[in-house]
């Protein structure tokens, strides 16, 4: 238990250093204020963090970020294991986190499901009942009822 509270630590520790460093100390255009880290995991023997981030923009702009956070990776290295004061500094690697992709796919599923619920409501405004607003049978409405016998 305290081998995961350790890499929980070390793993926040890697996403803060590694997010000011961006927006601070690394110079390269095509990591500007569009790249955000957005989570960070680290194995249990602390010896790889695996960092993920979005990046806001076109496609063009992901793989430059891609490319800006590879050609980064050893100076943000060097940021973690002087911040962190470990034994070993883990490797880095850096992936393009899915939620934001994940997110607007949900979202337009729920606006499918949106138009698709105004289409019943629209067609279903002048409805009546088929059988009435109650179609189920209650004791003593008809003159057929077979309990009576």
Same mark, same amino acid.
Not at 95 to 106: E, M, N, Q, S
């Given at each position: 238990?305290?081998?995961?509270?350790?890499?929980?630590?070390?793993?926040?520790?890697?996403?803060?250093?590694?997010?000011?460093?961006?927006?601070?100390?690394?110079?390269?255009?095509?990591?500007?204020?569009?790249?955000?880290?957005?989570?960070?995991?680290? =194995?249990?023997?602390?010896? *790889?963090?695996?960092?993920?981030?979005?990046?806001?923009? @076109? !496609?063009?702009? /992901?793989? %430059?970020? +891609?490319?800006?956070?590879?050609?980064?990776?050893?100076?943000?290295?060097?940021?973690?294991?002087?911040?962190?004061?470990?034994?070993?500094?883990?490797?880095?690697?850096?992936?393009?986190?899915?939620?934001?992709? =994940?997110?607007?796919?949900? *979202?337009?599923?729920?606006?499918?499901?949106?138009?698709? @619920? !105004?289409?019943? /409501?629209? %067609?279903? +405004?002048?409805?009546?009942?088929?059988?009435?607003?109650?179609?189920?049978?209650?004791?003593?409405?008809?003159?057929?009822?077979?309990?009576?016998?």
């Amino acid at each position: 238990m305290a081998d995961n509270a350790r890499a929980k630590r070390l793993a926040d520790l890697i996403r803060e250093v590694v997010a000011q460093k961006l927006q601070r100390g690394i110079k390269d255009p095509r990591l500007g204020s569009h790249v955000t880290i957005t989570d960070t995991r680290v =194995t249990g023997d602390l010896r *790889e963090a695996t960092v993920f981030y979005t990046v806001y923009g @076109d !496609e063009e702009d /992901r793989k %430059a970020a +891609a490319a800006g956070l590879e050609s980064a990776k050893g100076i943000l290295r060097s940021e973690v294991g002087r911040a962190a004061g470990v034994k070993f500094t883990p490797t880095l690697s850096f992936v393009a986190d899915a939620l934001p992709d =994940t997110a607007r796919t949900i *979202e337009d599923l729920l606006d499918k499901a949106r138009q698709s @619920d !105004e289409k019943v /409501r629209e %067609a279903s +405004a002048g409805a009546a009942y088929a059988g009435g607003a109650d179609p189920y049978r209650t004791p003593g409405d008809d003159e057929t009822d077979d309990t009576a016998e």
